[in-house]
T-cell receptor, first 114, second 115 residues
């Protein structure tokens, strides 16, 4: 049972345009969500997070939106740059999970074309 | 500040053998988590160690075991290797179990191939 799903395995976007990566979850106990970026031959790198008490968190070009009623979150990258080309993972956790046992989605490969 | 390091980078083993993977956590971090990432999938939580004690475990059989040392480095041991154990094994460290310590810092991983 996949509790965190990223239904788009890949996304291609033109440089300068907006990239929108989506993530759905089924476990209503999840209350903290994170996005990680992964380049080949490297480990995932933390990008941005959001607590369930918020519906938006922004950090520079990256914004994460959370819709709790729909159990859906999205990552917006504006403007997209070729260096953003990577695999993006959505992850989730619960407050009573004694720390950092993250549940990951399957990832979306983003390709930003110059 | 030294990041998370893992060794070896790549490893090839035969079915039935045993393997030990190693991880050095980031400076100041006392919590280490291990994940298995199969090809084309997201990382899957194996277990976590906090101050040398196992703090939680995912849906993995007992032949997956681990250790954390006083310097907070860690080992992942897998016995009786199966073909499906072929994957990228990621280690991640964090500052602790507090609410605000959810950001984990990952190493580059060990690519294990079982033939």
């Amino acid at each position: 049972d996949q509790q965190v799903k990223q239904n788009s395995p890949s996304l291609s976007v033109q440089e300068g345009r907006i990239s929108i990566l989506n993530c759905d979850y089924t476990n209503s106990m999840f209350d903290y969500f994170l996005w990680y970026k992964k380049y080949p031959a490297e480990g995932p790198t933390f990008l941005i997070s959001i607590s369930s008490i918020k519906d938006k968190n922004e950090d520079g070009r990256f914004t994460v939106f959370l819709n709790k009623s729909a159990k859906h979150l999205s990552l917006h990258i504006v403007p997209s740059q070729p260096g953003d080309s990577a695999v993006y993972f959505c992850a989730a956790n619960t407050a009573d999970n004694a720390g950092n046992m993250l549940t990951f989605g399957g990832g979306t490969r983003l390709m930003v074309k110059p | 500040e030294t990041g998370v390091t893992q060794s070896p980078t790549h490893l090839i083993k035969t079915r039935g053998q045993q393997v030990t993977l190693r991880c050095s956590s980031q400076s100041g971090h006392n919590t280490v988590s291990w994940y298995q990432q199969a090809l084309g999938q997201g990382p899957q939580f194996i277990f976590q160690y906090y101050r040398e004690e196992e703090n939680g475990r995912g849906n993995f059989p007992p032949r997956f075991s681990g250790l954390q040392f006083p310097n907070y480095s860690s080992e992942l041991n897998v016995n009786a290797l199966e073909l499906d154990d072929s994957a990228l094994y990621l280690c991640a460290s964090s500052r602790g179990l507090d609410w605000n310590s959810y950001e984990q810092y990952f190493g580059p991983g060990t690519r294990l191939t079982v033939t």
